[in-house]
């Protein structure tokens, strides 16, 4: 079992920049593809980007490459979501996922979920 926990999210003008993190517990964090997922209101849930468990391999949702940047940290078992240049569209709650599934692909079946972090884009 794996245990997540986001922390970062907040409220951020258009433009602005967040960076969120996830700590990971519980069973060896290294193994894991871990990913950032997003839901705003209305829609359903949405892949954002996703690491491999030796950081080589990203793949990104095309509406945030450039933008978006993921990292982590396997001695802290700590993955982050650096985001520059916030739209009002990204507006959503922001769920940190791992897998044990190796990463192939812009895409990602979790096998454990965060809770969730808030961000708020105002225009």
């Known amino acids: 079992q794996v245990q997540l926990v986001e922390s970062g999210g907040g409220l951020v003008q258009a433009g602005g920049s967040l960076k969120l993190s996830c700590a990971a517990s519980g069973r060896t964090f290294s193994p894991y593809t871990m990913g950032w997922f997003r839901q705003a209101p209305g829609k359903e849930r949405e892949f954002v980007v996703a690491?491999?468990?030796?950081?080589?391999?990203?793949y990104y949702t095309d509406s945030v490459k450039g933008r978006f940047t993921i990292s982590r940290d396997n001695a802290k078992n700590t993955v982050y979501l650096q985001m520059n240049s916030l739209k009002p569209e990204d507006t959503a709650v922001y769920y940190c996922?791992?897998?044990?599934?190796?990463?192939?692909?812009?895409?990602?079946?979790?096998?454990?979920w965060g809770q969730g972090t808030q961000v708020t884009v105002s225009s």
């Open positions: 996922a791992a897998a044990r599934r190796l990463l192939s692909g812009p895409k990602m079946e979790p096998n454990y």
């Open positions: 690491i491999s468990w030796s950081g080589d391999t990203i």
